[in-house]
C-alpha cells in the first residue's frame, strides 16, 4: 500500500470514528406515530391515517379507501364525521375535466398528524397539506408542461370564485351546513363553472400556494378563522407548529425501555385517541344541530363528533387523566346538547349533525357519573336530570331515537328486555334491522341503572338511588345457572331453546346478542364483578370459565364464523380482541384472585393483536374507543369500571413510564426488568409502602409518585391475590 493510500485509509477511518461519536438526533414523541398501523382491515373498517391538530375542527384523511386503494379520489377540504361525512373536494389537473372529482394514482405518499405529501400526475406534480384547527394549506408544484387546473367541488352545495377567493357550502345534514373560504395566492387565468357546485380555475404557474378556513357557522366566519390562523403561504410554518403542538400533547406520556415497535404502538395509540371529540367552537361561537342555532360558548369550547358505546369504556376515562378540563368541556356540551333539543336526553353518539344514536344502551350516563366521582367539575344536578330523563323517556330499543314503547314499558316492570325466536315475526315496529338485542340491553342497562343509582345518591334523590340500585340487578334475570351464561328469555320468561352461544342468531347474532357472541357477553357486568364471580361459583369456576373461552376454537370454518360476526375478529379462542365489550375481559382475573393470568392475558392480546404493521388494529378502531385500551394498558393499568375510582393493574411494556398528569403531578410506572419474557409482576411498592393489590385508586394516581413493580419470567401467584 503506497503513502496515498495509506493516507485516505487513515482519513476515512477518522471520519467514521467522528460520525460515530456523533449523538443522533433523539426522535420526540411524535416521531413514533405510525398512521398507517390498521389501514388495512381485518374485515370491516380500516383505521383512518387522519391529519388534524388533537380534537381540533379540521382534519381530513386522503380520499380514498385504505392502504391498497390504487387511486385517490380528489382532496378534501373537511371532514365532519370521523367515519367519512368528507365535504369539498379538490382535484389537481393539468385541464378542465368532463367530472367534478377526478381520481389519479398516487405514489411517495407519506402521512404525519400535521402534514401530508402525495405525488400524483405520474409524479411530475406534488401536493402538500398542513392543517390548523379551523384552517389549512395546500402546496401544489408541477413539473408538467400544461397549465394547472383547480377543480373546487360540492357534492350537495354551491361554489363561487370572483378570482383569488373561492366560497362554497354544503349540506351535511339536519339543516347543517359546513361553509368554506379560499385564496389563492396566484391569480387564476381562467374561472370556469359547472352548475352551481363546481368551480374550474386555471393557472399558468407551475407554484400554488392555498389556503383556506372552513365553519359550520358562516362563509364570513370561515374567513375570519382562517384569517386568525394562517397568515400567510407559508406551509412549512404550519407544518412545525403543528408538528410541536401534536408533539407537547404526545409528551404527556414520556416511557424508557420497551422496543422500537412498541413506542410506535403506544404513540399511535395516543395519537388516535386524542383525535375525537373535536372542538367546534369558533370565535366564542357555535352552531348546534340540536336546535338549528347558533349559540355563545360561554368560555366552555363545544364538543362533537363522539361515541359513547365505544367511548365510555377507555377513552373518556384517559382524557380525565389527562386533561380533565377538556373532558368537563366534553361533558358540558352533550348536557346542552339535551337541552337545546328540550327533551333533555343525553346523547349516545353526538355528532355535529345531531345524535347518531346508533349501537344500544345510554353509556354517556356512566361517563358523567366516572368524571363526578374522580372530582371534575360539571353541573351534577343537569347531569343527574338528564340522566334521569334519558332512562325514564327514551326507547332502550337499539338504533332508535323514539320515546318508550310497550317492549320499554316490558324491561321497566319485568328486569328483561324480551326476545322472540329467530324467524318469528317482529311485533315491535320500532324495532330495525338492528334486532332487539336482548341480552346487551338488559346487561348495558343494568349497569347504566347502576350508575343513575350513584347520580341520584350524589344529588340527594335517595327513592331514586335505591330504585335505580335494584334495577342494577337485572343482569341476574337472564343468567342460566344451567350454563353460566346469559341467555335470551321470550316474554313469558322462558330461555330461548336449543340455543348455540356461539353461533346463534342471523347477522351478528343481534336478535339476542350484538357484534360479538355469548362468550364476550357472559362477561358485560363490570358494574358489578363480585356479584358474577358469585353467580358463577366462585373465584375458581369463575376463572375456569374465563380460561375455557380463550381456551375454546371457533367451532366451524373461518369463512361460516366470520360471514354472521365480521366484528368478533382478533380471536383468541372464542375472546375477541376487535370489539369495545371485551376490553375489560383480560382484567377480570385481578377480582378472582389469579392477576398473574391477567399479567398474561394483556401480555398476550398487546403482542398478538396491536403491532406496527398495516394489520396491526384487530378491528374497527372508532376513533380512539380501541385505541385507549392500548394506551392504559402498555403503562400497566386500566379502568374495568369507568364510574368507579379504581383501575386494574395489568403487565406494563416499558420498564419506567411516567404520565404529567392534568393537574400537572407527575404519576411514574417503574416495572423492572419488563420485556417481553418478563411479565409476570414479582413484588410491588407503591411510594416506597408494600403493595399487594391488583388495583390502584384515581386518588392516589392523581396525588402523583411511584408504582414500583418488580417483573420477571415465571409468574407470582400469590400477589395480589387477596
Not at 410506535?264 to 344541530?289: K, N, Q
Request: glycine share 8%; proline share 6%; net charge negative.
Amino acid at each position: 500500500m503506497n503513502h496515498n493510500m495509506k493516507k485516505s485509509t487513515l482519513m476515512l477511518a477518522i471520519m467514521l470514528l467522528v460520525a460515530a461519536c456523533r449523538p443522533v438526533a433523539e426522535k420526540e414523541a411524535v416521531d413514533y406515530v405510525n398512521p398507517f398501523i390498521g389501514n388495512i382491515s381485518h374485515l370491516l373498517v380500516p383505521t383512518y391515517p387522519t391529519i388534524q391538530l388533537p380534537h381540533s375542527m379540521l382534519r381530513v384523511t386522503a380520499n380514498k379507501g385504505d392502504y391498497t386503494s390504487e387511486l385517490l379520489e380528489g382532496f378534501p377540504l373537511m371532514q365532519p364525521s370521523h367515519r367519512g361525512g368528507k365535504v369539498f373536494t379538490l382535484s389537481v389537473t393539468h385541464e378542465i375535466p368532463s367530472v367534478p372529482v377526478v381520481s389519479t394514482t398516487y405514489d411517495h405518499e407519506k402521512v404525519t398528524p400535521y402534514s401530508y405529501d402525495v405525488d400524483i400526475d405520474n409524479s411530475l406534480t406534488h401536493i402538500s397539506f398542513a392543517p390548523s384547527h379551523q384552517s389549512a394549506i395546500y402546496q401544489i408544484t408541477t413539473m408538467a408542461e400544461n397549465p394547472l387546473v383547480l377543480t373546487i367541488h360540492a357534492n350537495d352545495g354551491e361554489v363561487n370564485s370572483d378570482g383569488n377567493s373561492i366560497t362554497g357550502w354544503e349540506n351535511i345534514g339536519n339543516s347543517g351546513k359546513a361553509y368554506f373560504y379560499m385564496e389563492v395566492e396566484q391569480k387564476p387565468q381562467d374561472i370556469a363553472k359547472n352548475g352551481q357546485n363546481t368551480v374550474f380555475l386555471t393557472f399558468e404557474e407551475k407554484d400554488l400556494s392555498i389556503r383556506y378556513g372552513i365553519s359550520y357557522i358562516s362563509t364570513e366566519q370561515a374567513q375570519k378563522n382562517l384569517r386568525r390562523e394562517i397568515a400567510d403561504y407559508d406551509i412549512k410554518a404550519v407544518t412545525t407548529t403543528g408538528r410541536k403542538i401534536w408533539n407537547e400533547a404526545l409528551s404527556r406520556i414520556q416511557v424508557q425501555g420497551g422496543t422500537e415497535d412498541e413506542r410506535t404502538v403506544l404513540y399511535t395509540s395516543f395519537y388516535h385517541t386524542l383525535e375525537r371529540p373535536m372542538c367546534i367552537s369558533e370565535d366564542g361561537y357555535y352552531w348546534s344541530a340540536y336546535d338549528g342555532q347558533v349559540h355563545k360558548d360561554e368560555g366552555k369550547p363545544y364538543f362533537a363528533d363522539d361515541w359513547f358505546w365505544d367511548t365510555f369504556r377507555a377513552a373518556h376515562p384517559l382524557r380525565i387523566l389527562f386533561d380533565s378540563p377538556m373532558e368537563e368541556n366534553i361533558l358540558t356540551s352533550y348536557l346542552r346538547a339535551g337541552q337545546q333539543k328540550g327533551n333533555n336526553w343525553f346523547p349516545t353518539f353526538p355528532g355535529v349533525t345531531g345524535d347518531e344514536n346508533p349501537m344500544n344502551c345510554n353509556h354517556g350516563i356512566i361517563s358523567l357519573l366516572d368524571a363526578l366521582t374522580k372530582g371534575l367539575d360539571i353541573d351534577k344536578d343537569q347531569a343527574y336530570l338528564s340522566a334521569l330523563t334519558t332512562l325514564q323517556e327514551k326507547s332502550l330499543i337499539p338504533w332508535t331515537k323514539t320515546r318508550q314503547t310497550r317492549i320499554d314499558s316490558f324491561y321497566w316492570e319485568k328486569g328483561f328486555f324480551p326476545a322472540i325466536p329467530v324467524g318469528e315475526k317482529e311485533d315491535i315496529p320500532e324495532v330495525t334491522w338492528e334486532k332487539r338485542q336482548t341480552v346487551p340491553v338488559t346487561l348495558g342497562t343494568s349497569y347504566d341503572c347502576w350508575a343513575m343509582s350513584k347520580l341520584a345518591e350524589a344529588t340527594g334523590h335517595t327513592d331514586e338511588a335505591e330504585q335505580y340500585r335494584l334495577w342494577s340487578f337485572n343482569f341476574r334475570n337472564l343468567f342460566n345457572k344451567e350454563t353460566g351464561f346469559f341467555h335470551p328469555k321470550d316474554a313469558q320468561g322462558e330461555f330461548i331453546p336449543n340455543l348455540d352461544y356461539t353461533f346463534c342468531g342471523t347477522e351478528g347474532g343481534r336478535e339476542y346478542y350484538d357484534e360479538n357472541n355469548g362468550w364476550i357477553y357472559r362477561w358485560e357486568v363490570q358494574h358489578n364483578v363480585p356479584d358474577l364471580i358469585n353467580l358463577m361459583g366462585g373465584n375458581e369456576q369463575f376463572c375456569k370459565a374465563l380460561d375455557q373461552m380463550y381456551a375454546t376454537p371457533l367451532g366451524r370454518s373461518k369463512f361460516d364464523f366470520y360471514a354472521k360476526y365480521p366484528d368478533h375478529t382478533g380471536n383468541v379462542g372464542q375472546f375477541s380482541m376487535a370489539n369495545e365489550p371485551a376490553f375489560h375481559i383480560p382484567y377480570l382475573y385481578n377480582y378472582a384472585g389469579a392477576p398473574w393470568k391477567t399479567q398474561k392475558r394483556i401480555r398476550q392480546m398487546l403482542d398478538t393483536w396491536y403491532r406496527n404493521d398495516l394489520m396491526g388494529i384487530p378491528g374497527d378502531e372508532d376513533g380512539g374507543g380501541m385505541t385507549a385500551f392500548v394506551v392504559f394498558s402498555a403503562l400497566g393499568f386500566y379502568p374495568v369500571t369507568p364510574g368507579e375510582p379504581i383501575y386494574s393493574i395489568g403487565s406494563p411494556l416499558f420498564t419506567r413510564s411516567e404520565m404529567r398528569l392534568t393537574n400537572g403531578k407527575v404519576f411514574t410506572v417503574v416495572a423492572e426488568g419488563a420485556s417481553h419474557d418478563n411479565k409476570y409482576i414479582q413484588s410491588a411498592t407503591l411510594n416506597g409502602e408494600p403493595w399487594n393489590e391488583p388495583w390502584i385508586t384515581h386518588e392516589a394516581i392523581m396525588k402523583g409518585g411511584t408504582l414500583q413493580l418488580v417483573m420477571g419470567p415465571k409468574p407470582n401467584m400469590t400477589w395480589g391475590t387477596k
